[in-house]
């Protein structure tokens, strides 16, 4: 992705926000708080108080909206104003119905004491039953009535509970669904997004549909995630711009025309994790992250080269991207279910 994008996606020099379609202004950088925990009150009041944000993203699904609402209200009783923040939350696969799509935000504003959020997402294009197993059983994945789900998610729009609507985890196919018979558009797609797994496929759609996309897992996620905080490219231009790993993988998102949501339940780094402005990434090193290959299986190709079994498969190991949240524990059922595969999950498109 070429970096003339960071021109075009309007970066406003005075509050780092990025416009949406419906004219109103998404902040550049956003705290994420999956898997916050307890920790997602402080970090909430943290980020907004200390630290400058005004973008929180979270979701019915990580069990925090009590804990974020609380450190919301912290900000606001310090004096910070609701219009002047940025919440998003995210409609989860079990209320991905149509009669259920109102019920779910509301009771997501009761748990956040809000009375209207900025953003809401389908989270997953999926519906599963309630009470679904992880991985699922057969009969927990069900069909999504995708339009009669957006028809209702339009209508909040329209009674003001919600400014702007969008989605997640959506492929091209999807997406293209979607936009055939969407009275309004969605204004934001967010997406897991790093130097790992670029996904520009999906940016470059977005983009040509006037669709903002929001950068999840900036920093590749944690556990069973990618580390990029310790990847040597990474490393290498941190060093050489001053700046930590987290600042130069935030920075990066912001560059491509995203806004990104790094989770941080530590003070310092939600505080290290904005200083993001005021600085760029030279080219070279934008191109440099923009090309960081697959780690595990650039070591086969290693081991291939001293066995002297060099291939041209081994090669094309080497450029190949990886998903961190491929959705297989939420979705995929090998024998039984609409999905017997990530790829599947994925309409194959990676
Ligand atoms: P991130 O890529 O943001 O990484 C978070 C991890 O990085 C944590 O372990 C955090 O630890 C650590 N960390 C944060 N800042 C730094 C830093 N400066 N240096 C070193 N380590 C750092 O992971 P997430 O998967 O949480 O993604 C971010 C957000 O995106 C989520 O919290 C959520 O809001 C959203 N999301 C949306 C999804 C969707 O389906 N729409 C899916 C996944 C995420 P510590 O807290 O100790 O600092």
């Not at 190949?320 to 939420?330: I, M, T, Y």
Request: negative net charge; aromatic residues 8%; contains cysteine.
């Amino acid at each position: 992705m070429a970096q003339s994008t960071v021109l075009r996606a309007k970066e406003d020099e005075q509050c780092y926000s990025f416009v949406l379609l419906s004219g109103h202004r998404i902040p550049a950088v956003g705290l994420g708080t999956w898997r916050s925990g307890s920790d997602a009150s402080n970090s909430v009041s943290t980020a907004v108080l200390e630290a400058g944000y005004r973008h929180i993203d979270t979701a019915w699904e990580y069990g925090v909206h009590e804990e974020v609402g609380q450190g919301l209200k912290d900000a606001m009783d310090a004096g910070i104003e609701r219009k002047d923040l940025f919440v998003t939350s995210k409609l989860w696969c079990s209320d991905l119905s149509p009669e259920r799509v109102r019920p779910a935000l509301l009771n997501t504003l009761e748990e956040l004491r809000l009375d209207y959020l900025d953003l809401y997402l389908i989270h997953w294009p999926f519906r599963l039953r309630e009470g679904a197993s992880r991985p699922p059983q057969a009969g927990d994945v069900l069909d999504f009535d995708m339009e009669g789900v957006w028809r209702e998610m339009e209508k909040l729009v329209a009674q003001n509970l919600v400014r702007d609507i969008g989605v997640s985890n959506f492929t091209l196919k999807k997406l293209n669904k979607l936009t055939s018979f969407a009275q309004t558009m969605p204004s934001v797609c967010q997406m897991e997004m790093h130097p790992g797994w670029r996904n520009d496929k999906m940016l470059e759609a977005c983009q040509k549909n006037g669709i903002h996309v929001t950068a999840y897992s900036p920093l590749g996620s944690q556990e069973n995630g990618r580390d990029l905080i310790h990847d040597p490219t990474v490393e290498r231009v941190a060093k050489k711009v001053n700046k930590s790993p987290g600042q130069v993988l935030v920075r990066w998102a912001i560059q491509r025309g995203t806004s990104v949501i790094p989770k941080s339940t530590n003070p310092e780094r939600i505080k290290e994790n904005m200083h993001v402005f005021n600085w760029v990434l030279p080219e070279e090193d934008f191109n440099a992250l923009s090309s960081i290959p697959d780690q595990v299986r650039a070591t086969v190709l290693c081991f291939n080269i001293f066995m002297k079994r060099y291939s041209f498969d081994g090669f094309r190991y080497i450029l190949k991207q990886k998903r961190v949240l491929h959705g297989e524990d939420l979705f995929v059922n090998k024998n039984d279910g609409p999905f017997r595969s990530v790829e599947d999950v994925w309409d194959h498109e990676d």
